[in-house]
């Protein structure tokens, strides 16, 4: 006599639809992460230009200040290397209530971009006459 239980087929392991499932579900995840490293390295890129931009709207500020020339009124375009890229400086002078004070609107993006687009970075300082 045989003392075996009987054997059982579904419990030996999963069955075709399960494992598939898991797959789908799997891949699924696997390409939620994807997407989510993109974005990361994305982003990354972006603060990355936003940071060097800022640094060269600081620059054309700091060379406003320290030239000891005095800025004409009016809109100036410019081009800036910095960082093995480059970059369109738009450089706006404007006069201000007080005669011996001029407001500089500094515009930088990346150059050979559509000048339409929103700069990456805005900074508004002031020149004085010595």
């Known amino acids: 006599m045989n003392d075996r239980p009987p ?5 030996l392991g999963f069955t075709l639809l399960e494992v598939l499932i898991a797959l789908v579900i799997l891949a ?15 982003q990354s890129e972006y603060l990355t230009l936003k940071t060097l931009a800022s640094v060269v709207a600081v620059n054309k500020i700091r060379e406003a200040q320290l030239s000891g020339v005095w ?3 009016g809109r100036s375009d410019d081009a800036v ?13 404007e006069s201000t209530d007080v005669a011996s004070l001029r407001r500089l609107n500094i ?7 559509d000048p339409s687009d929103t700069p990456l970075y805005q900074l508004t300082g002031f ?4």
Request: glycine share 10%; charged share 20%.
């Open 71 to 73: 800025p004409d009124t």
């Open 81 to 93: 290397d910095m960082a093995g890229r480059q970059w369109a400086v738009t450089t706006e002078v």
């Open 127 to 130: 020149a004085g006459k010595h």
């Open 7 to 11: 054997h059982r087929t579904s419990e």
């Open 28 to 42: 699924v995840a696997a390409a939620g992460f994807a997407n989510a490293g993109r974005s990361a390295a994305q």
């Open 107 to 113: 515009s930088v993006g990346l150059k050979n971009t």
